[in-house]
C-alpha cells in the first residue's frame, strides 16, 4: 500500500503550488489524470500513473510520454477521468495513507462538482484525503466523528460545513464566532457557510452524515 498519493485532475492548478506540495511530501505516488498532465509536464515533475481518454491533452505534451505505459480509456464513458483516478488511489491506499488531490477545482463547474463528491470514496475507507487550490482546502468527513481546529495566523480564516447529501445532524461547534449545539445542516439553506475560528483550539462534532469542510483564505 502506498503512503503517500497525489492525484493531479485537469482543472485549475498552480505550478508553484504542485511543486511545493510534490517536494514537501514523502515519497510521493503521482497520478496523472488526463489535462493534469499538462500541470505536471510545467513542473518538471514526472507522474508514476499517467491515466485518461487525452481527450483534452495538449498533443505535443502527450508526445513526450508516448515511451511511458499509458492507462487510455474510451472517450465514450461513464466515468470521468478524475473518478478513474480516485478509484486507483482508494485501491492503493491504506488509513495510513494521505491523498492530496489538485487541479479538482476551477474550470468547468460540472467537473469541480462531481470532482468534490468523489470525496466521499476516500471517507467511506477511512483514508485522508483534502483537494487544494490556492485560496482553499476541502475534506469530507463522515459522523459520528470529531474534526479539530488549530488557530494559526498562516492558516485559512473561514471555515464552511456544507452537507454532502440531504442532511447532516448533531452538529456541535465548539471555539469558533459562531457556536452550536446539535444543530441540523441541511441542503437548500446556507446554514454553516463563513465560520471563523476564534479560540486557539476549535471543533466540529458531526453525529451523523456527510460534511464538506471548506476552509478559505
Do not use: W
Request: glycine share 10%.
Amino acid at each position: 500500500m502506498n503512503k503517500n498519493m497525489i492525484i493531479v485532475l485537469g482543472g485549475e492548478i498552480s505550478v508553484s503550488q504542485l511543486k511545493n506540495i510534490f517536494y514537501k511530501t514523502d515519497d510521493p505516488v503521482v497520478i496523472a489524470a488526463d489535462r493534469g498532465l499538462e500541470a505536471l509536464d510545467k513542473a518538471g515533475i514526472k507522474p508514476d500513473v499517467i491515466m485518461g481518454d487525452f481527450d483534452s491533452v495538449d498533443a505535443d505534451v502527450l508526445d513526450k510520454y508516448r515511451s511511458d505505459e499509458l492507462i487510455r480509456f474510451d472517450s465514450v464513458k461513464d466515468f470521468t477521468d478524475g473518478e478513474a483516478a480516485v478509484d486507483m488511489a482508494v485501491k492503493s491506499s491504506s488509513p495510513e495513507s494521505k491523498v492530496i488531490i489538485l487541479g479538482g477545482t476551477g474550470g468547468r463547474m460540472d467537473h469541480a462538482l462531481a470532482n468534490l463528491s468523489l470525496m466521499k470514496k476516500f471517507c467511506d475507507e477511512g483514508i485522508s484525503a483534502e483537494m487544494l487550490d490556492t485560496g482553499n482546502r476541502i475534506r469530507v468527513f463522515k459522523g459520528p466523528e470529531t474534526i479539530e481546529f488549530t488557530r494559526d495566523e498562516e492558516a485559512y480564516k473561514y471555515i464552511s460545513l456544507i452537507p454532502l447529501g440531504d442532511r447532516v445532524s448533531g452538529v456541535n461547534i465548539k471555539g469558533f464566532k459562531y457556536d452550536a449545539d446539535g444543530i441540523t445542516l441541511i441542503q437548500g439553506s446556507s446554514l454553516g457557510v463563513s465560520n471563523e475560528l476564534i479560540s486557539d483550539n476549535g471543533s466540529v462534532i458531526v453525529d451523523e452524515g456527510y460534511l464538506i469542510v471548506i476552509e478559505t483564505m
